[in-house]
């Protein structure tokens, strides 16, 4: 038989869960906006007005959200900024092992790149020392249609998102770039179906590359890739794509 206590504290509970659910809510909409006054907000979320003017006080008072004095639009406060750089670091520190791991395995670079708006930022790498070697800065933009950690990512975006980065003439940046959308598509479903996407001198001559897309819990669109001199690349291209393919189902595991 249940007490009145237990179910006292049993509503106690559920009442706490779901204010935490409603505050996640409300901090998802504000993120993926530029900005919402309270009206605006209380709109998008579907919640009672008093409902969401209490969590939202409580969010500022906690210096988790802040609220522009001229135009009374709420928006994300510089501590989630903070919260997001120290999960974006504990991530790399996450998958670096990996890379280095890969690297290890194909004797080649490994990159970590993630979706910028409209470009790939290179965000990690593990490198071995060669002669002849392919190395890109950590904190370089690669374009999205020419490269292999691009592609990878075009293969899981939506559609729409797609035709919007490749919407515009595109550069053509060696002999051997694609620029014509309906190419780019059919290699796209080629990536989807596969896994894996290649860069043969698209980007820079005598560089080569194969990538993977990855979904992590911090950033949504991210890609794995080898990049290899061409006179090392052609002929590789299976053992590249094997080691490459359990690397990311790994981490895929790994970061579930």
């Known amino acids: ?11 106690d509970r559920f ?6 659910d409603r505050a996640c809510l409300i901090m998802r ?9 309270l009206a605006q907000l209380t709109k998008q979320v579907n919640l009672a007005r008093t409902t969401v003017y209490r969590i939202v006080s409580t969010l500022i008072n906690e210096n988790l959200l802040i609220m522009e004095p001229e135009t009374g639009k709420i928006q994300l406060s510089l501590e989630m900024v903070r919260f997001g750089a120290a999960v974006q670091m504990d991530m790399r520190h996450e998958i670096h092992p990996y890379l280095d791991d890969l690297a290890g395995t194909v004797n080649e670079n490994v990159d970590f790149s993630v979706l ?3 470009s790939l930022f290179f965000l990690d790498q593990a490198v071995i020392p060669h002669r002849l070697n392919a190395v890109a800065s950590i904190g ?14 075009l293969s899981v975006l939506p559609r729409a998102t797609v035709e919007k980065l490749l919407a ?3 550069e053509r940046l060696t002999p051997y770039t694609i620029t014509m959308p309906e190419m780019i598509y059919a290699e796209l479903e080629q990536i989807a179906y ?12 005598g560089i080569c590359a194969v990538g993977a897309p990855l979904r992590t819990p911090f950033f949504e669109y991210a890609a794995i890739s080898i990049a290899v001199p061409s006179v090392r690349f052609y002929g590789n291209e299976d053992k590249l794509v094997t080691a490459l393919k359990e690397t990311v189902q790994a981490l895929r595991y790994r970061l579930s």
């Not at 909409?29 to 006054?37: C, E, F, N, P, V």
């Open 29 to 37: 909409t504000i993120r993926d906006s530029k900005g919402l006054t």
């Open 1 to 11: 038989m249940t007490s009145n206590a237990d179910q006292s504290n049993g509503n």
């Open 116 to 118: 910028d708006n409209d």
């Open 194 to 205: 596969t896994g894996v996407a290649f860069d043969r001198e698209e980007y820079t001559e």
């Open 140 to 153: 370089k933009r690669f374009p999205v249609y020419c490269t292999a950690n691009g592609k990878a990512v």
């Open 168 to 170: 515009g003439p595109l």
């Open 15 to 20: 009442s706490q869960v779901q204010v935490i």
